[in-house]
C-alpha cells in the first residue's frame, strides 16, 4: 500500500451536511462510486453512506465493522460487520484512501482482541474495542462460519477469554 502525500478533495457541502457530523468528528476520508451515485465517508468515528438521493443510507461505528478487503483489481471495498449482517460494497475507484482509512480505524478501534480455536474449522474472536466517538469499551464475541452461539463449549470459552481481556484493562 503506498502512502500518498496529496491532499484530499474536500467533501461537497451537501453530503456533509446528510452525514452530519457529530462534535470532535472530522472526515478523513470520502470517496464516489460512479455507477450508483453513493458517496463513502469515513471519520474519525465512524463510516457513513450517502445515495445520490442524498439519503443517509450507513452510519456505523468504527467498533461495529468486523474488517475490509480491497480488490484492486476491480477497485471494489467490501465491508464486514460484527453483527453479522450482509457485507457492504462499494466500487470507489483506484484513488480512494477510503480502504486505507478503513483498516487503520478498525485497528485503533481494537483494545485487545484473542481468538478461540473450537476444532477443526470452528472458531471464534473475542475483543474489547473503543467506542472512538464516545470513548467507551465494548465487549464483542464475534463467530466463525459454522459456530453456533448456543454451543455450551464456545460460550464457556468466550466467557473465560471475556474475563481474561476485562482483567487485562483493568475492569
Known amino acids: 500500500m503506498a502512502l500518498s502525500l496529496r491532499r484530499p478533495d474536500r467533501l461537497p457541502a451537501d453530503i456533509r451536511s446528510v452525514v452530519g457530523l457529530g ?3 472530522r472526515v478523513l476520508s470520502w470517496g464516489r462510486e460512479e455507477a450508483s451515485g453513493t458517496t463513502v465517508v469515513a471519520t474519525n468515528h465512524a463510516l457513513y453512506a450517502v445515495d445520490a438521493a442524498g439519503v443517509r443510507t450507513l452510519h456505523r461505528p468504527w467498533h461495529e465493522v468486523d474488517g475490509g478487503t480491497w480488490s484492486a483489481e476491480l477497485a471494489t ?3 464486514t460487520w460484527v453483527d453479522g449482517s450482509r457485507p457492504s460494497q462499494w466500487v470507489l475507484g483506484a ?3 477510503v ?5 487503520e480505524r478498525v485497528q485503533a478501534s481494537v483494545v485487545l482482541a484473542q481468538r478461540i480455536e473450537l476444532g477443526p474449522r470452528r472458531t471464534a474472536k ?5 467506542d472512538l466517538g ?3 469499551l465494548v465487549e464483542q464475541v464475534v463467530l466463525g462460519r459454522g459456530v ?8 464457556a470459552r468466550t466467557e473465560a ?3 481474561y481481556l476485562r482483567e487485562q484493562v483493568g475492569l
Open 161 to 163: 477469554a471475556l474475563v
Open 134 to 136: 464516545g470513548g467507551g
Open 99 to 103: 480502504p486505507e482509512t478503513l483498516r
Open 148 to 155: 453456533r452461539a448456543d454451543d455450551p463449549e464456545l460460550v
Open 95 to 97: 484513488t480512494s484512501l
Open 77 to 79: 471495498l467490501t465491508v
Open 23 to 25: 462534535s470532535g468528528e
Open 126 to 130: 473475542v475483543a474489547l474495542r473503543q
